[in-house]
């Protein structure tokens, strides 16, 4: 019996088609509320226990989502891996709008975001080990499960986490790059962290809605009308990875 698959939603998949509701819950942790209820229901006959992380109605900008009750509240109730979708401004090549990354690195330029659970005076000063920030194994999955499914993924990347709301200028898209980021978006971090501070299993599908600002077509600007059309087919595309995903692990 395998413990049900968390999937945190970003944004462009704020509802899991095909999941088979079976309930709602509204859940209160020691950190506040996470970002709605938890949806509890069965992909493919599959248990999984999915979270808009923005909010059902995308109200919660990426730098106000509480990650560490949306991390809580999904130990809490009984999930061992999660699977983050995020979408993601592109930047190494290869990587412009619709493609699909499974990404290996993290980088961290957010601030003034509750990021521990080993704060205060109760809790023993704990340094966790990050230096593969996304379990292999469930991005190794993951990878499995785009194969099977016939969806091309890009194997690896480096997700540099921006602050936001607001986009990157052009030079901090060129300092990331040389950086090493392959990629950026908003809501990698602390989330990444907080799941390896409670020892779940996490692991991303990021999906490229843009080129990063200054790139491609978009070295004049970001047009976000463009973004909503290639999150929608993209998004798609996701689902159906996850689909594979949970099939594959109901046989592991
Ligand atoms: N930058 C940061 N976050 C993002 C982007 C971007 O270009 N696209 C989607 N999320």
Redesign the pocket.
């Known amino acids: 019996m395998t413990t049900p698959l968390g999937i945190i939603g970003g944004?462009g998949l704020t509802q899991l088609a095909n999941l088979a509701v079976t309930r709602r819950e509204v859940v209160r942790t020691p950190y506040g509320e996470p970002s709605g209820a938890l949806t509890f229901g069965e992909l493919q006959g599959r248990e999984v226990i999915f979270l808009a992380r923005h909010g059902y109605g995308h109200t919660i900008a990426?730098h106000e989502v509480n990650y560490r009750a949306t991390i809580w509240a999904m130990k809490d109730a009984g999930v061992e891996r999660i699977v983050s979708v995020?979408?993601?401004?592109?930047i190494g090549a290869g990587l412009g709008p619709g493609v699909i990354v499974i990404p290996h690195q993290i980088l961290d330029y957010t601030w003034g975001r509750r990021s521990t659970y080993f704060e205060g005076p109760e809790r023993p000063v704990t340094h966790i080990d990050f230096t593969h920030p996304y379990t292999e194994s469930l991005r190794r999955s993951l990878l499995d499960a785009a194969r099977v499914a016939g969806e091309t993924v890009v194997a690896d990347g480096v997700y540099a986490t921006?602050q936001?709301p607001r986009?990157?200028s052009a030079a901090e898209?060129d300092r990331l790059e040389r950086d090493g980021a392959t990629?950026?978006?908003?809501?990698g971090m602390p989330e990444a962290a907080l799941a390896r501070e409670l020892d779940l299993a996490y692991a991303a599908l990021a999906v490229?809605?843009?080129?990063?600002?200054g790139r491609g077509d978009?070295r004049e600007g970001?047009r976000l009308e463009d973004?909503a059309t290639i999150l929608e087919s993209a998004i798609a595309r996701a689902r159906h990875i996850l689909e594979g995903l949970v099939v594959h692990d109901g046989h592991s």
């Open positions: 944004s990426p995020a979408s993601v401004g592109g921006t936001g986009l990157e898209v990629m950026v978006g908003m809501t490229v809605v843009n080129h990063a600002a978009s970001i973004i």
